[in-house]
C-alpha cells in the first residue's frame, strides 16, 4: 500500500471518528471534552506514524486536507471557532508526534551502531 493510501485510510478513520463524536452530541449524549481530545491526540499520534521520514513539506501537504476535513465535519455541532481551533491543533499534535518519534528512532538507531 503507497503511502497516499495509508494517507487516505487514516483520513476515513478520522471521518469516522468525527462523525461518530457527532452523533453522540446530535442525540445529546455526547462524550466528555477529556475522552474526545484523548482521541484525537491518540488519532494524531497515528497518523503521525504515516509520515515519519517524510519532509516537512510533504507532511504539511497532505495534512492542509486533513485540517479542511476536520474543520467541515465539526463545524456543524461546534461553531467555526471552535472547529478551527480543533483541526489546527490536530495538524499541530500530528507534527509535534512525527518529530518526537523521529527523535527517538534516530536516538535509537545511533545508540545500535
Not at 2 to 21: F, G, H, M, P, S
Not at 28 to 36: I, T, V
Not at 75 to 102: H, M, P, Q
Amino acid at each position: 500500500m503507497t503511502a497516499i493510501a495509508r494517507i487516505e485510510r487514516a483520513l476515513d478513520r478520522i471521518d469516522a471518528k468525527v462523525a461518530l463524536a457527532e452523533a453522540k452530541l446530535a442525540a445529546g449524549g455526547g462524550e466528555s471534552d477529556g475522552k474526545f481530545i484523548d482521541r484525537c491526540v491518540a488519532s494524531a499520534a497515528d497518523m503521525a506514524l504515516l509520515f515519519v521520514g517524510a519532509s516537512q513539506e510533504q507532511m504539511f501537504a497532505h495534512l492542509v486536507t486533513v485540517r479542511e476535513r476536520m474543520k467541515v465535519r465539526l463545524e456543524g455541532s461546534l461553531g467555526t471557532e471552535v472547529a478551527t481551533s480543533i483541526a489546527e491543533s490536530f495538524v499541530a499534535t500530528v507534527a509535534r508526534c512525527k518529530v518526537e518519534i523521529e527523535r527517538v528512532t534516530v536516538g535509537n538507531s545511533e545508540a545500535t551502531q
